[in-house]
């Protein structure tokens, strides 16, 4: 897609947009609602399907910090949590 992204266990959970302006990652509907909330001149949904599945833009001028050390760290967990769910299914198919 022309764009960095972060990875664990093979499941992106970031992205920095090529313009160096803008993020996203992958939250948990509930803690997209939450940052949304707390931040709204910096947190907003994707567009589409992709915003009702957690993916959240981020405006990285406005950020602080801490929202965005908080935002990376969920999505990071909570792309390692579903990594080690379909590993340990693939293990029982076998």
């Given at each position: 897609?022309?764009?960095?992204?972060?990875?664990?266990?093979?499941?992106?959970?970031?992205?920095?947009?090529?313009?160096?302006?803008?993020?996203?990652?992958?939250?948990s509907?509930?803690?997209?609602?939450?940052?949304?909330?707390?931040?709204?001149?910096?947190?907003?949904?994707?567009?589409?399907?992709?915003?009702?599945?957690?993916?959240?833009?981020?405006?990285?001028?406005?950020?602080?910090?801490?929202?965005?050390?908080?935002?990376?760290?969920?999505?990071?967990?909570?792309?390692?949590?579903?990594?080690?769910?379909?590993?340990?299914?693939?293990k029982?198919?076998?």
């Amino acid at each position: 897609m022309n764009h960095p992204d972060f990875r664990v266990g093979g499941r992106i959970f970031a992205t920095l947009k090529s313009d160096g302006k803008t993020g996203a990652v992958k939250l948990s509907p509930e803690e997209q609602g939450r940052f949304v909330a707390d931040y709204p001149a910096v947190f907003a949904p994707e567009s589409g399907a992709w915003g009702l599945q957690g993916w959240t833009r981020i405006q990285l001028s406005p950020a602080e910090e801490e929202s965005i050390g908080e935002a990376l760290t969920l999505a990071w967990q909570g792309a390692l949590k579903t990594s080690t769910r379909v590993r340990a299914r693939r293990k029982k198919s076998r």
